[in-house]
């Protein structure tokens, strides 16, 4: 990696980490508040209410840490994996340029409490159109990398045409082909309905045309954050762990499925929605099964190459072999915690996905608890086990303490075991998501014996959270030591030699994935495109 890739991607990370920052405070508040402790009076004018909290919250956690992240770290690991410049480094700074003028833009009304629209930012409520302008921009820049990506994947195509692209950038390069078709409904909404709205230009909204394009991108950009975790799970962590991928073909299947199953499937977020047939809400429900199946190929690789790390260093047994990882290294303990809180994630999803159970989670806190342990934890935790090797390699010194990294990934595995335990048991018992639950005269006696849970698990989150910002920044400042070589790309017991060779093609993927959202799709856009009269005005509730 050349030292301006290096920069490049220190300047990304830069940006992620602040935005952290600043979503694990207004989240510690959160918490609390559930837990009947009210600090917003005392935090006015910076945070006004729980509702400006909550939105600063999900837009820096889900929309800004993720994406910088992202927008990082993949085009370093595509660039060492071709073993190649990237394309062009002056079309990384031009993507890196417009992300951030977009955050600029957005982030200005966000602190100002004029977009307290939630990171869903669902119409009629009305945020200012920097808002929106700024969201865009940064949508756009994400395309640029996908550009740099392919390009660079081109050119390595050239030099070898009849190899197999290295697995670690033909995932980084899937996962954001994949994010740049979902991407589109996102760029309707905000091009076609929001901003000319914000602007004056378009008299009314509506929110049914405005939700169904933003599941168009709001599920499977839950999988644009998965993905980059996913790559290292397959192409590091095996060998972090001392062990080899079990096999490269299959992983490779795995992300072929994501490019195409990943979107058309948004309307198992809208199940209760009005204006959707029933049959289209089914034909979701069945999609979203589908792409159940390669996190199922997932679990499956990613567990038989543990293990062959693991009975590489002496592990016996059925389950046993699992004591002997090297949980010493922070960077793989907090990958493999992240992967078992997954697990119950991923059950969750399955059902939030059947149809008939979603009527009963719901709008509920089960959903903040579902999105905690994937997003909150599979995601987050994985990115911190990655930025224990990548802060040093960027800034050439070593970790700072890989005893405080250890003891951090553990309590957020500890912290997160009881919060999301709590609200999914609240969301069962029926506590509504996204409500100031302690200022609720509604509140039920049997919410309030679980509710100081949310901000014991909160609080150790938190505290958390200060140890990971504590160790990095220390690393930065004060670490003397020269930083360790990064992990290498693990070699897989079955090669990608054995991959057929339309695994490793983009065109009929990408027709097909085109095909899958047509059906899924299009009658329902265009019947509502056709039909439906922009008449809504906006509101403030805020
Ligand atoms: Fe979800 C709502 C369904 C995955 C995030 N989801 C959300 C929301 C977010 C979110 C943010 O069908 C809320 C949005 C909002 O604000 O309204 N979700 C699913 C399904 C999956 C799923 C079926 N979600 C994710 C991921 C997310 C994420 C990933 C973020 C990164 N979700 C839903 C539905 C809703 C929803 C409905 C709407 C609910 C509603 O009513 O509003 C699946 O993709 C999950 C597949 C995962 C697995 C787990 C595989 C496990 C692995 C780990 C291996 C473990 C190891 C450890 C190696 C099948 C790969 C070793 C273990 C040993 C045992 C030895
Ligand atoms: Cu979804």
Avoid at 151 to 173: I, Q, Y
Wanted: proline fraction near 6%; hydrophobic fraction near 55%; include cysteine.
């Amino acid at each position: 990696m050349t030292p301006a890739e290096r920069r490049l991607a220190a300047a990304h990370l830069a940006v992620a980490l602040a935005a952290l920052f600043g979503g694990v405070v207004t989240g510690f508040l959160q918490a609390l508040e559930h837990a009947g402790v009210d600090l917003y009076p005392a935090l006015a004018p910076v945070v006004r209410s729980y509702y400006h909290g909550l939105t600063l919250h999900g837009v820096l956690n889900v929309l800004v840490y993720t994406t910088f992240f992202i927008a990082g770290f993949l085009p370093l690991i595509a660039a060492r994996a071709l073993g190649r410049p990237l394309a062009s480094i002056r079309l990384g700074w031009a993507a890196f340029a417009v992300m951030a003028a977009g955050l600029g833009l957005a982030v200005v009304p966000l602190l100002g409490n004029a977009a307290t629209v939630m990171f869903t930012f669902y119409p009629p409520l009305k945020a200012h159109g920097a808002f929106y302008v700024g969201l865009t921009l940064v949508v756009v820049g994400t395309w640029l990398i996908t550009l740099n990506l392919a390009l660079g994947c081109r050119a390595w195509r050239r030099d070898h045409p009849d190899a197999r692209t290295p697995l670690a950038a033909f995932m980084a390069l899937a996962t954001m082909a994949m994010w740049t078709i979902a991407s589109l409904g996102i760029a309707a909404e905000l091009l076609l309905m929001l901003i000319p709205w914000s602007l004056g230009l378009l008299a009314g909204t509506d929110a049914l045309l405005a939700r169904v394009l933003f599941w168009f991108t709001g599920h499977p950009i839950v999988y644009f954050w998965l993905l980059p975790a996913y790559l290292s799970w397959y192409t590091l962590v095996p060998r972090q762990a001392g062990g080899k991928l079990f096999s490269d073909p299959l992983a490779r299947t795995s992300f072929i499925l994501f490019l195409v199953l990943s979107t058309p499937l948004g309307f198992h977020h809208q199940y209760v929605d009005p204006g959707i047939h029933r049959g289209w809400k089914l034909l979701h429900a069945f999609l979203t099964f589908a792409v159940f199946f390669p996190s199922l190929l997932t679990f499956f690789n990613v567990v038989a190459s543990l293990e062959s790390g693991a009975r590489a260093r002496g592990g016996r047994g059925w389950v046993a072999w699992f004591g002997r990882l090297p949980w010493g290294d922070p960077s793989l303990a907090a990958q493999v915690l992240a992967m078992l809180l997954f697990t119950f994630g991923g059950v969750g999803g399955l059902i939030n996905a059947s149809y008939n159970l979603n009527l009963v989670v719901h709008n509920t806190a089960w959903i903040p608890g579902h999105l905690h342990l994937t997003v909150g934890t599979a995601v987050t935790l994985t990115f911190m086990g990655i930025t224990y090797w990548l802060v040093p390699h960027l800034s050439g010194r070593a970790l700072w303490s890989r005893r405080l990294a250890l003891v951090q990934a553990w309590l957020w595995f500890a912290g997160m075991l009881v919060f999301s335990n709590a609200l999914h048991r609240l969301g069962l018992m029926g506590l509504p998501r996204r409500t100031m639950v302690g200022a609720a005269a509604y509140a039920l006696p049997e919410w309030k014996a679980v509710l100081p849970l949310v901000g014991v698990g909160g609080t150790v989150l938190f505290a958390s959270a200060l140890l990971y910002f504590l160790n990095l920044v220390l690393t930065v400042v004060a670490s003397r030591a020269p930083a360790p070589e990064p992990p290498g790309f693990a070699e897989a017991l079955s090669g990608p030699e054995h991959a057929p060779a339309i695994l490793d093609r983009w065109r009929p993927w990408l027709v097909l994935a085109g095909v899958l959202i047509a059906i899924a799709y299009g009658p329902t856009l265009i019947g509502l495109a056709l039909t439906t009269p922009l008449t809504s005005p906006g509101y403030r509730v805020w």
